[in-house]
C-alpha cells in the first residue's frame, strides 16, 4: 500500500512495499554508479563538491556489497546488494488475517551483524520524524489490521536505504546549488531518509515482518520543509470482515469508526491533505 504526498494525495489498494524495497536498493545504486562514472562538475572550479560525493558514493558501495541479510530463522538469505534477495526475500512464516502492529524496535546489530553506523542512522531518522502510523501506535491501545503477505521487504536492506541516502543529502547540503546545474540534478530530489515505523508479530510475541510499514521523507534543501510519501505491507483499506472499502454495500459509520485499519487509512490520507 503506498500513501504519495507529492501535491496531491495518492492511495492504491495494491500493495506496493516489495516494489519499493527494490526501488529504493536501485536508485541508490544508480546514485553511486553516476557519481563514480563522473570526472568533473562545470562551476566546481576547486572539485570539492564532487570529491564530497564521491566519498559518499564510495562508502555506499562498500556498505552495499559487504551487507549480509539475515532472517530470525537463521537463514542467510542475501550477501550484498548484487544478490537478488538483497531487498526482498522470503518471509520466516505467512502472515495471513488480523494481526496488531507493534512500535519497531531496532535490532541487535552484533547478533545479526549489522554495521552499527546504520542502526543509529535509523535512530536519529525515527527520532527526528513523525510517521503518523508509528504515532497511531503510540497513541491506540492496540491497533489491528489485515496482512496477506508471503514475501517480505528485509530490514537490513531498509536500514541501507535509510543511511545511504541521509548520506547523500547531507553531502549535497554545502553544494546543492553546483550539483543544481549539472547532470546528477536529480539527485536533489532523492528522499532524505526512509523511517521503518512498524513490526509485527506471532501470536508467541516472535516478529514475523520486522518491516511492516515505511514513511518517505523528502525535506526540501531550501524551505527544510518535510513531504511524506508512506508503504504499507498491511491493508488497512480491508475491514475486519475482509471486505474492501468500495465494493459490496457500504459499510456504516459505526463499523468505519471502529476498524482500526480505515481509521489508519484516513490519518494517513488527512496528514497528506494537511501538507
Known sequence: MLFSQHRRVRATTKPLPLGMGFAYIQLIRKAV???LSITSLERD?????????????ERIEAMGKTLKIKKRDGRLVASGWDD????????????????VLLPYQSPDGETLSIPWEIIH????????????????????????ISMFHSDEVNEEAILFANWA???????????RHVIAGSPLS????????????????????????????????YKDFETKKIRRSFTCQFHPEL?????????????????LKNDDGVRLFVRLLYAGMQE
Open 33 to 35: 554508479e553516476q557519481v
Open 45 to 57: 572550479k576547486d572539485g570539492r563538491a564532487l570529491k564530497s560525493l564521491q566519498a559518499v558514493a
Open 84 to 99: 537478488n534477495h538483497f531487498a526482498v526475500t522470503r518471509n520466516e512464516s505467512k502472515e495471513v488475517g488480523a494481526r
Open 121 to 144: 542512522s535509523h535512530d536519529v531518522t525515527s527520532d527526528t520524524h513523525e510517521g503518523v502510523i508509528d504515532t497511531t501506535i503510540q497513541y491506540e491501545r492496540e491497533v489491528s
Open 165 to 175: 541516502y541521509h548520506s547523500i543529502h547531507d553531502a549535497i547540503v554545502p553544494y
Open 186 to 217: 536529480w539527485l536533489i530530489q532523492l528522499p532524505d531518509s526512509v523511517e521503518i515505523l512498524c513490526s509485527t508479530a506471532e501470536e508467541t510475541g516472535e516478529i514475523v515482518t520486522e518491516c511492516s510499514a515505511t514513511c518517505i521523507n
Open 239 to 255: 475491514l475486519k470482515d475482509l471486505r474492501a472499502i468500495g465494493s459490496g454495500e457500504a459499510p456504516s459509520y459505526s463499523t
